[in-house]
């Protein structure tokens, strides 16, 4: 068994969003117990590092990931599909916006705007033509309030392992989530 240094139990429960407090009251130790381990200025019995890490595992079931979040199936476009195909994508799955992926990996995004705004008929253009910039990527393993920030920013953001897509989430999901 590999212990926890004092650096990897305080980067833990920072990760997890935990105060120093919160931490000792889950672990059932004082908070200044808590404050001394991480500071390296005491090594805790291993009864007690062994409720610190429990509390650590316990409160990191309940963060909520992007995995937890995302949908695996992801309805998208490719770069040299004909932007009517993707008119017709959007019109079939009443969305407003796909991701364009070219052999798994985000490249861009083409919305109906993206498309008006192209002006005339666009039609029989590739997509490449017309996107916009991809959405971002984030870690199956990225927290629900990184990819909230992002979504302030962008229209939904692309769940990627080892750079290939393997789920997207929206505002829709973050909503469904918090109701």
């Given at each position: 068994?590999?212990?926890?240094?004092p650096?990897?139990?305080?980067?833990?429960?920072n990760?997890l969003?935990l105060?120093?407090?919160?931490?000792?009251?889950?672990?059932?130790?004082?908070q200044?117990?808590?404050a001394?381990?991480e500071g390296?200025d005491?090594d805790?019995?291993?009864?007690t590092?062994r409720?610190?890490?429990?509390?650590?595992?316990e409160?990191?079931?309940?963060?909520?990931?992007a995995a937890?979040?995302?949908?695996?199936?992801v309805?998208?476009?490719?770069?040299d599909?004909?932007?009517a195909?993707?008119v017709?994508?959007?019109?079939?799955?009443?969305y407003?916006?796909?991701p364009?992926?070219?052999?798994?990996?985000?490249?861009g995004?083409?919305?109906?705007?993206d498309?008006?705004q192209?002006?005339?008929?666009?039609?029989e253009?590739?997509?490449?033509e017309?996107?916009?910039?991809?959405?971002?990527?984030?870690?199956?393993?990225?927290t629900v309030d990184?990819?909230r920030?992002?979504?302030?920013?962008?229209?939904?953001?692309?769940?990627?392992?080892?750079g290939e897509?393997?789920?997207?989430?929206?505002?829709?999901?973050?909503?469904?989530y918090?109701?």
């Amino acid at each position: 068994m590999e212990l926890p240094t004092p650096q990897d139990l305080r980067e833990r429960r920072n990760e997890l969003g935990l105060t120093q407090s919160a931490l000792a009251e889950a672990a059932g130790v004082s908070q200044p117990l808590i404050a001394r381990i991480e500071g390296g200025d005491v090594d805790p019995r291993l009864s007690t590092l062994r409720r610190i890490v429990n509390a650590l595992d316990e409160a990191e079931g309940e963060v909520v990931r992007a995995a937890d979040l995302m949908h695996e199936t992801v309805i998208s476009v490719a770069p040299d599909d004909a932007v009517a195909d993707a008119v017709d994508l959007m019109e079939g799955e009443a969305y407003s916006q796909l991701p364009v992926l070219q052999n798994g990996v985000p490249v861009g995004s083409i919305s109906q705007s993206d498309v008006v705004q192209a002006g005339g008929d666009v039609s029989e253009l590739p997509v490449s033509e017309v996107m916009s910039e991809s959405f971002p990527t984030v870690a199956p393993d990225a927290t629900v309030d990184e990819i909230r920030n992002l979504l302030d920013h962008y229209k939904a953001v692309m769940v990627t392992d080892g750079g290939e897509t393997v789920g997207i989430i929206t505002e829709a999901d973050i909503a469904a989530y918090l109701s």
